[in-house]
Structure formats: C-alpha cells, structure tokens
C-alpha cells in the first residue's frame, strides 16, 4: 500500500492536468448537500471554455476514473452529470490512508527553504500593559501566531523586542504569549556616531531638547525607494531620538547575532549576511507611518540594513458596548474573564472562580475567547469586538469557548472509553491495521475527514505563507485562517457527536465500528490540538 500522505492539493494538480493544457476547472465539494453525491466538480461552464460544447471526450474521463500519482487519492467514479463532471472517491480507502497515518496530517504540507529566517518586530511590546491599546493588542497576537505558524513550517524566527517590563512580561504569560524577555538594552554608541554624522543639529536656531541627536532628510531616500513601494509622501524628515537609535540598536542587533538554537550553523554568524532574512514590522494602522520612519533611518544609519523588510498593518479595533470611552488590553482581559466566570457559574452554580481547580481553566477560556475575536478576522481588515456575554457562551458556535467545550468533549470520550476499558467493558483498542474502514459511512464521518483532517496540512502551510517577492512595502497574512477552521471544525464535530453514539452497548458485533470510529475521532483530536498550539492554547479536559 502507498504510504505517501494523500492531499487536497496534488489530486486537484492531478484532476486539472488530467484534463490536458488550460486553466484549473475542478474545485473541492465542501457542502454536505453536494457531498452525499461527489467529492469534486468540474462546472459545466467551465468545461465549455475547454471542450467543445462542454463533452469531455470519453479517453479523458477513462483516464480520470483511472488517476493515480503521489498524494493524489484514489477515484471511485467520474461521470458527466447537469452540474459538469463529478468525481468520487473510494472512500473506504481514504479513511484507510488517513486514519492509518494520522500524525502526518498534523504537520505542514509543505517544508521551509532550508536556512529561511524572518525577524518578527512588534513596537507595541516597548509600552507598558496599561497602556496597551486593543489595537496594539491585536498586533502582538498576530505576530504570536505568525511566530508559532513558521516556527512549525521549521523557519527560524526571532522576536523583538525582547521585553524589558516585568508588568508586561506577567501579561503576555497571561495571555499564553511566548515572547523572550531581556534585562538590558543593546548599545547603540556606534548608530550615534553615524546619526551625529547625519544629522542637522540645528533645529530652527533653537537648542534642541535632551533625548534629540537632530533632523535627518528622508526625502531623497523615499523617492530612491520609488513611488510603487507605499512609503507616506510626507516622510521628508525625521527627528533622531535616542529611543529610536535604541530600538536601531535592538533590531541590528537581533539580525546579526542569532540564538545557539535558533538554526544550525546560523546561530551568531553575522557572514550570513541580512540579505537572506526577511524583517517583518507588525504594526497597528495608528503607527504605520512611524513605523515608516523607523525603516528608513535604519536604511540610511546602516550600510547592511536589510534590503527585505516587510510591514504587515494590521487594522483599527472597534468596540461595541465597552465600559468606557477607551479600554486598553488589561481592562479587555478582566472584562472577558469575569464574563466566562460569571457564565460557568451560571451553568455549574456556585462562585467557581475561588476553586483553585477552575483557576486555569478560567484563564485559558478568557484568553481563548480573546484570541478568536482578535484573530478570526483578517488582520489588515477592520475589527468589531462586540462585548456581549453571548459571545462567551459554549452554545456559540463561533467563539472561542465553544471550540475549547468541543476539545474538552472529546477529552471525555476518550476518558470514558479508558475508564471502561479497564473495568473491563470494552476490549484494548486493536492495532490500527485491523480495523474496517468501510464501517465509516455516515455523511458526518466523511465530512470530519474531507473538510478537516485532510486539508488541515495545506491549511498549515498556508498560515506560514508570507509573499516576501511581491513588490511594494506591505505584506499580508493569513492569520484568520487557524481560528476559521477550528470553528468549522468544532460545529462538524458537534453536529456528528449530538447525532451518533460513539461508546454504545459494549456488545462484541459493535466493537468494530466503535473502534473506527474513535480512530476517527482521535484524527479530530490531534488536529484540534495542533491547531490550538499554533494559538498558544492548551487543550482542557473539561469544561
């Protein structure tokens, strides 16, 4: 048997080159309405465009019925129907692929360039927590999991600045942030001798004010730059600061000189070079133009700045129903966590915020909620965070909360199958080769595999992607992706646990579908928790 992880991607690459020269036409299926009948489609319309009349001739559809290839799965049927060409997979023998391997569908569909290192920069982090705004606040988590996204995709990532206040430092592990701390700042001696050789000290005929070096003309660097690159038409000058030179400094420094187990070979070698690091700068759309100013003076200060920095802005954070006129990061977190306390108080009774046991338990399903209303939406988009307690409920399907519920049903399941199990109940689960996949027939069962587990590698892949060759100063990500797919991925799993009996009578003729069953269900579990790691949250036990 192939041993090769079956993916979306290579059958889709396989369908559309089946199909001989021409623009993709076959897109996956992903509703269940279509999927009791087919798993991808060619739309007649685009058949059309490259066939005469839209009729595949018939030696194409045979070679379609007969596709095989690395990664690509194997066809059932393919058959010319009113939509267009419609394909079905032996599913059997999917089920049999995926759920034989099922850690290789918790790991990127694609590998990282060897050496590939990307310097993530968040300014936010050098204020103080009180005074962290929901904006800010949403760069630091974005940059968290971005950080989180390549470290897996095995690209070598560092982060600045390191953080210096302990205040700070107490809310981001609050927060499940993993940033690096620091207890001194770099020199930046030799960034002054070079700014003093820049710099017009002047300033109007007045003596400039302490902490100021002197203005430094931008202009001729901005139009070198060139227009297309999306540097503000007024950067014409900047006034040089020692905190800018500062955090010059940091940057430099964290370019050049990497952690021991950062990357072999690369750890503290500065002949690397800064051309092969990406600087990536995650701002709020309120400091893009500082953030401007900060690329600049490091272009002009440093004879090998690095050619390749990036800024990914992220968008403006709107609050419906805040407390007050501005609420910052602190206040955000206190307010969602004496929400999920006072709703698990409502639904188990008694004040549960004073057992220890629910202590944690509290604080990751505050900062799950936060994390999915910050990152569910595309980061350059506009957010709206609406405060309402509906939105920390388990009966939500779109927060935060109701995926961790979902991860600490399963957590339960598996919990009850080992509990009876040892009471002697149920049999030891049987070596994963011996199983019947062709038990698994409910449309649910198919919907967890095609939808969530099979794609889930690509949508790995995709989370790390950051398009560094394009032209111009921005870069996106997609960070939304990860919370979008666990919300889907918790609502299928609910839909399929409300509607069929995992752990029925332990009766011998029911073990076998059982046991496929919950090696389905353990495929859910690692995805669930793969792709809550890539949030820095830990998977509960229960709720």
């Known amino acids: 048997m192939a041993t090769r992880r079956l993916g979306v991607g290579e059958t889709l690459g396989a369908l559309n080159a089946a199909l001989g020269p021409g623009s993709p036409v076959w897109i996956k299926e992903t509703r269940t309405r279509h999927l009791r009948s087919r798993d991808f489609l060619a739309p007649h319309r685009a058949l059309q465009a490259r066939f005469d009349d839209g009729q595949v001739p018939e030696h194409l559809l045979h070679a379609l019925a007969c596709l095989?290839?690395?990664?690509?799965?194997?066809?059932?049927?393919?058959?010319?129907?009113?939509?267009?060409?419609?394909?079905?997979?032996?599913?059997?023998?999917?089920?049999?692929?995926?759920?034989?391997?099922?850690?290789?569908?918790?790991?990127?569909?694609?590998?990282?360039?060897?050496?590939?290192r990307v310097l993530l920069h968040c300014p936010a982090l050098r204020s103080s927590p009180c005074a962290l705004r929901l904006s800010q606040l949403r760069t630091v988590l974005v940059a968290d999991h971005l950080a989180r996204a390549l470290r897996a995709h095995g690209v070598c990532v560092r982060l600045v600045p390191a953080v210096q206040d302990p205040h700070m430092l107490t809310f981001l592990q609050q927060l499940r942030v993993d940033w690096p701390a620091a207890s001194e700042r770099a020199s930046s001696h030799t960034l002054r001798s070079h700014a003093l050789e820049e710099v017009t000290s002047a300033h109007d005929g007045r003596t400039l004010s302490p902490g100021i070096l002197g203005r430094l003309c931008l202009k001729e660097l901005v139009e070198e730059q060139g227009r297309t690159a999306g540097y503000d038409s007024n950067l014409a000058n900047c006034l040089v600061t020692e905190d800018l030179l500062s955090v010059l400094a940091e940057l430099q420094e964290a370019l050049w000189h990497w952690p021991e187990d950062s990357h072999p070979g690369l750890a503290g070698s500065p002949d690397t070079g800064t051309d092969s690091c990406l600087v990536v700068h995650v701002v709020s759309c309120e400091e893009e133009f500082q953030q401007q100013k900060l690329d600049l003076l490091w272009r002009k200060l440093v004879d090998k700045a690095p050619l390749r920095q990036k800024h990914l802005i992220c968008g403006p954070v709107k609050v419906a129903g805040a407390p007050g006129p501005l609420m910052t990061a602190p206040e955000y977190y206190k307010f969602r966590h004496a929400q999920v306390c006072k709703a698990s108080a409502l639904k188990h009774g008694g004040d549960l915020a004073q057992d220890p046991a629910w202590t944690e338990i509290f604080g990751v399903l505050s900062v799950a909620t936060i994390k999915f209303e910050m990152l569910s939406t595309a980061p350059q988009s506009q957010l709206f965070l609406a405060l309402a307690?509906?939105?920390?409920?388990?009966?939500?399907?779109?927060?935060?909360?109701?995926?961790?519920?979902?991860?600490?049903?399963?957590?339960?399941?598996?919990?009850?199958?080992?509990?009876?199990?040892?009471?002697?109940?149920?049999?030891?689960?049987?070596?994963?080769?011996?199983?019947?996949?062709?038990?698994?027939h409910d449309e649910g069962e198919w919907l967890l595999l095609f939808n969530n587990i099979l794609p889930f590698p690509d949508l790995l892949s995709q989370t790390a992607m950051l398009d560094c060759t394009a032209p111009?100063?921005?870069?996106?990500?997609?960070?939304?992706?990860?919370?979008?797919?666990?919300?889907?991925?918790?609502?299928?799993?609910?839909?399929?646990?409300?509607?069929?009996?995992?752990?029925?009578?332990?009766?011998?003729?029911?073990?076998?579908?059982?046991?496929?069953?919950?090696?389905?269900?353990?495929?859910?579990?690692?995805?669930?928790?793969?792709?809550?790691?890539?949030?820095?949250?830990?998977?509960?036990?229960?709720?």
């Open 389 to 440: 307690d509906k939105n920390i409920s388990t009966k939500g399907t779109k927060s935060g909360t109701f995926v961790m519920y979902n991860c600490a049903r399963l957590a339960t399941l598996f919990e009850s199958y080992k509990c009876s199990m040892e009471q002697g109940l149920y049999p030891t689960f049987p070596p994963v080769s011996s199983l019947d996949f062709s038990l698994l």
């Open 68 to 116: 095989q290839g690395p990664g690509v799965a194997p066809v059932l049927r393919c058959a010319p129907t009113p939509a267009g060409l419609s394909l079905q997979l032996q599913r059997p023998a999917v089920f049999e692929r995926v759920l034989s391997a099922v850690a290789a569908y918790a790991t990127p569909a694609l590998p990282a360039l060897p050496g590939q």
């Open 472 to 543: 111009g100063l921005h870069i996106t990500a997609r960070t939304e992706m990860m919370c979008k797919f666990l919300v889907q991925l918790s609502m299928d799993f609910s839909s399929y646990y409300n509607r069929v009996h995992i752990l029925g009578e332990p009766r011998p003729h029911r073990f076998g579908q059982m046991f496929v069953r919950l090696q389905l269900l353990r495929a859910v579990r690692e995805v669930l928790h793969t792709g809550l790691a890539m949030l820095g949250l830990p998977p509960l036990s229960h709720i």
